[in-house]
Structures are given as C-alpha cells and as structure tokens.
C-alpha cells in the first residue's frame, strides 16, 4: 500500500472512531447506573483502565484516561476513602504512586458485570444472533489493534520523559 493510501485510510480509521465515541460512551454510561454503582464517569474510567492495566502509576492512570492528574488525584482519592482503589508508593521510584484494585472494586466489576449481561441483551433485541457474534468478533479485534497502537503511544511517552 502506497504511503499516501495508508495516511487516508489511517486518518479515515480516525475520523470512524470519532463517530462512533458518543454512541460507545452513551451505551457505556448506561451500563453503568451511576447511582447503582456510586461512581462519577472518572471513577468508572479509572477502574475500567485498572481493571485492564491492573496497576499503574498516578501520572499514567491520568495518560490513559485522558485527563489531567490533579482531577485523576482527586477521583483517586474518593476511591482510596471508599476502598475500591489503593495507592501505594513504588519501593523503587517513591514519588511515584502506584494504584491498583481492591478486592472490593473486583467485586464490584463482577457484579456490574453481571448486571450488564442481565441488562444488556434487553436494549438490544434488534440484533440477531448472528450480528452479535460478529460485532464481538469485530470488537475484539478493534480493541486488539487499539491496544497495541496504545501500548506502542505508551512506550513512545515513556522514552520523551
């Protein structure tokens, strides 16, 4: 593929995931019932990142959910009080924080998890059992590439520090 058709479809690829992201965050948000589960939309995004990451720096939690880290801090804080999160200083670096889930907040993902599974198939009577298997299909395979285009953005990040 020439240079020039890989820019387009690259930026096309990026122009699609624009569209898609409200539709993505509305249905996301809906799932989770903020006043079910008690979590602002900050705190879903921290424990849905370490509940992938499983544990990460304070600087880099607030990298992967795109906000500064005073607000990531501050969200932190509010999950430390409740007990879903701990943060812990790293024995080699101690200015950095390291955060990670509780048994609690796992608990909690478990739950919602199965929340969703109960909720989930109802809002979407539309789709055939076939459409679904092929959007999983198609979603695992979107996240696959999106995470390794991220763990690549990562590593570039931590090489200008």
Do not use: H
Not at 57 to 66: E, K, R
Not at 81 to 106: D, M, S
Not at 122 to 132: G, I, M, R, Y
Not at 134 to 141: H, M, T, V
């Amino acid at each position: 593929m020439s240079a020039k058709k890989n820019d387009d479809i690259q930026a096309e690829c990026f122009v699609k995931l624009c569209e898609l992201y409200p539709v993505y965050r509305r249905v996301i948000c809906k799932l989770f019932d903020a006043k079910e589960f008690k979590f602002t939309k900050t705190q879903q995004m921290i424990i849905m990142t370490l509940w992938l990451y499983k544990k990460t720096s304070l600087s880099q939690l607030a990298t992967l959910i795109s906000t500064s880290n005073e607000q990531a801090t501050r969200a932190v804080g509010q999950l430390v009080k409740k007990g879903f999160v701990t943060r812990e200083r790293n024995e080699e670096n101690r200015r950095l924080a390291e955060i990670q889930l509780t048994p609690k907040a796992e608990e909690a993902i478990m739950e919602s998890q199965s929340r969703v599974r109960e909720r989930f198939p109802k809002s979407l009577k539309c789709f055939s059992d076939e459409d679904a298997a092929e959007l999983y299909e198609n979603l695992s395979k979107v996240g696959e590439i999106l995470m390794k285009a991220e763990r690549e953005l990562l590593a570039v990040e931590n090489i200008d520090e």
